[in-house]
Nanobody, 123 residues
Framework: EALLVESGGGLVQPGGSLRLSCAASGFTFTRKPIGWVRQRPGKGPEWVSVVSPGGVTKRYADFVKGRFTISRDNAKNTVSLQMDVLKPEDTADYYC????????????????WGQGTQVTVSS
């Protein structure tokens, strides 16, 4: 059974940083793109960042470019999202998602999802 477990969320002040982690098991991790999708209060899901199976190709939504960095460790089956210069509008539940298709992740139709971790940016 595929399992994705996120961690690292919490409360941070504007301008601060958080590092989210996603631990995966139950599927062939090295064959799948992995992404982060968030859902802000009262809003629909929006993709944040996706990384290719080998970790070379990375995509970012415009609203996080230059502030967030995605990385993966295929030896440990983990994906991280380093979030810097956080803004109040980054407040959301952040979900890790895996699928054989990049496009499915971008469209919010990934096969596998974690339970989410909450990020609150507030002074």
């Amino acid at each position: 059974e595929a399992l994705l477990v996120e961690s690292g969320g919490g409360l941070v002040q504007p301008g601060g940083s958080l590092r989210l982690s996603c631990a995966a098991s139950g599927f062939t991790f090295t064959r799948k793109p992995i992404g982060w999708v968030r859902q802000r209060p009262g809003k629909g899901p929006e993709w944040v960042s996706v990384v290719s199976p080998g970790g070379v190709t990375k995509r970012y939504a415009d609203f996080v470019k230059g502030r967030f960095t995605i990385s993966r460790d295929n030896a440990k089956n983990t994906v991280s999202l380093q979030m810097d210069v956080l803004k109040p509008e980054d407040t959301a539940d952040y979900y890790c998602a895996a699928d054989r298709s990049y496009q499915h992740i971008l469209a919010g139709r990934a096969d596998y999802w974690g339970q989410g971790t909450q990020v609150t940016v507030s002074s």
